[in-house]
């Protein structure tokens, strides 16, 4: 399969792995955060840690659009979709997330209507069909899927269709970036950049990392050969003392970005005064939300919204593990009662959150694998 | 003990405490587990002290008789490859075979939905006929129902079954030991995929037909020259591969360790799978069957799987150790790897 299969050669593999081995000074310990979520599903699907010097922690970001919903917001959402004749659509991955009544799978049991989608221009169609109804996209992501949730809204206006909503849950990386450089108790070396977020918004929005704050950054394609030819590029600015933003991922990422992407954001979209995240608590100018000129197809605007603030259990440590301080088997529920099938957290739900990818792929592999690992068949 | 029979109290520590049904319950993973665990196996079934398999035993008169049932949800119910029908009978005699018994005769039940076209029952019926016959067993009886407008689907059945047990197979998780081969029959999420795609949510064509057989030959290919060998069989339906060997490892404690790239797979389930997010492991099969034979035993089984007609493509795909204890491993070509877990829930609408 192109662009799949020479991403995961076993022989540019080995060889990307020993360029690591021998870029890294043994003497160093190396931190690394891989902002995306989709980076850190790779990272475990892959197996990559087995590839790579013990020197070398990777730390998971906050790029997993689930993860860092607050569970106001779902409820939110689902206060709306009580209403009858309201059809609450929204993606595959938020369909298991807690609300403090239940996840929206929980909620259709009881009779709501949830419906999952692949993109937003399904839920307009749903609403194209179903003149009767009124379909709420309850939009999730960072600037990666924003776009087409803006596009959505830009043909709803265009035809004039009066039976779609969108509550909108977007928000922007930058601002999470900056509040996991301004915490306190984290220290980093490098990042391994957003992939899918950056083909819409470019790397130039990453330079002041490099500029202010003297860290390396490389946007990264998704396949393991990306990855690791990432953390060489990386491995290499360190070794020589710099700090530049560089582009792995250049067969999609655009160093500017795409700029009819962010037109159509520019065109639906303004920036909130303040959002807030579930474990990095309020941060100014961290979301968007639906310009006027939409407003009636803001779900926020059309029905009366509960205002819902949840603090997330006490005993969950979400915050610490989506900042990167804590692993998410260092969490006190992790595996106990925080699993995939009954998640606490939401970083146990979506397949990009941390904590259910180190569940998953990760969690039960013994100290005994080292015999298993050579090829079985 | 507080005067509770030591029943009770097995009953008390695996009680299903989930408050209402949701889907997942039906998608073959976790969660189905938990329900016939906690619910069906302790209020319902005669305790054996064996794990719950594809087909129970029945002893009549000193005569073992394999007995089975199954029920066909599937939406739509024709799509490239197969139907509903064809469906429920190739599912039922896949349950017995896989349970080391050639299947004798089904029974079916109809639930039909009020507007049914008498067109799209018949050819239903017709297809059924067809697959009983392709699989060489008799249809003996039935029943029917009507329901409301917009109960059913259309149409959903049920298929029962009894068989004979083939001589000299064991088919039983306690029985596998580490170093046991792991035999899969041919490549995997052809049907997941065909029904995913046949539903048209997903603007998505792939050039792809569901694998629904009757995989009795097959099984009897390997019992010819294996049957000594053979520790346990499975057929990897809802929940895919990944879970029907977790459940295995569960069952008897050991790790399952499974080589990436010996998995058979087209590129076209490989494909979608990739773009819609999905792990192949976790796709349905209706046509394919997973046997674990003795590693002395394993080559003859292959040969004789390779020279059946639809087992060419059949292979052995990894082995039985004794760690990761209770897990499936899976290694890549690299030398990376990966737990795989059972299904949990299920993102997909039902398929099958």
Known sequence: ?377 | MNGKSAVESARAATRFRDPQIEMAHGAGGKASRRLVEGLFAPLLYQSTGEALGDAARVRIDGTAIAVTTDSFVVRPLRFPGGSIGELAVNGTMNDLAVSGAEGHALVATFVLEEGLPTSVLEAEVRAMAGAAERAGVVMVGGDTKVVERGKADGMYITTTGIGRFMPQVTVDAKSVRAGDKILLSGPIGDHGITILLARGELDLEANLASDTRCILSLVQAVASEAAPGIRWMRDPTRGGVATTLNELARDCGLGIVLSEEEIPMRDEVRGACELLGLDPLHIANEGQFLAVVAPEYADAALNALNQAEGGEDACIIGEVRSEPACAVLVTTRYGGSRIVDMLVGDPLPRIC
């Open chain 1, 1 to 377: 399969m192109r662009y799949v299969d020479e991403f995961r050669d076993p022989e540019l593999i080995t060889k990307a792995s020993e360029e690591i081995y021998r870029l890294a000074d043994p003497d160093r310990h190396y931190r690394i955060m891989e902002v995306c979520g989709g980076h850190t599903h790779a990272i475990y699907r892959f197996g990559l840690k087995d590839v790579l010097p013990s020197n070398i922690e990777l730390i998971h970001g906050p790029g997993c659009p689930v993860c860092v919903l607050p569970m106001g917001r779902i409820d939110d959402g689902l206060a709306v979709a009580k209403n009858s004749n309201v059809v609450f659509a929204a993606f595959g991955d938020m369909m298991r997330v807690p609300g403090t009544h239940g996840s929206p799978f929980e909620h259709k049991a009881r009779g709501t209507d949830v419906r999952i989608v692949y993109s937003p221009a399904d839920a307009l169609q749903i609403a194209r069909k179903n003149p009767e109804k009124h379909v709420m996209f309850f939009a999730i992501g960072f600037e990666t899927t924003a776009p087409s949730t803006a596009l959505t809204l830009m043909r709803a206006k265009a035809e004039g269709i009066k039976n779609f909503s969108v509550f909108c849950n977007h928000v922007t990386i930058i601002p999470a970036i900056r509040a996991i450089l301004d915490s306190p108790d984290m220290r980093l070396d490098a990042f391994i950049g957003p992939g899918h977020v950056s083909t819409v918004i470019g790397c130039r929005p990453y330079e002041w990392i490099a500029r202010n704050e003297g860290k390396p950054v490389v946007t990264s394609g998704f396949e393991p050969l990306d990855l690791l030819q990432s953390l060489v590029m990386l491995l290499r600015q360190l070794r020589a003392g710099e700090a530049r933003v560089e582009n792995q991922y250049k067969r999609v990422v655009p160093w500017e970005g795409n700029r009819a992407a962010l037109k159509a954001m520019a065109e639906v979209f303004q920036l909130r005064p303040y959002f807030e995240w579930r474990g990095l608590g309020f941060i100014s100018q961290s979301a968007l939300k639906i310009r006027d000129e939409y407003a009636e197809w803001d779900a926020e605007q059309r029905f009366p919204i509960p205002g819902t603030r949840v603090t997330d259990p006490k005993a969950a440590q979400c915050g610490e593990v989506l900042k990167g301080v804590l692993k998410p088997a260092q969490c006190k529920l992790f595996g106990n009662e925080c699993t995939p099938e009954h998640p606490i957290g939401a970083l146990m739900v979506s397949s990009e959150g941390s904590c259910a990818a180190y569940y998953n792929y990760e969690h039960r592999k013994a100290a005994a694998m080292v015999t298993s690992i050579s090829s079985v068949a």
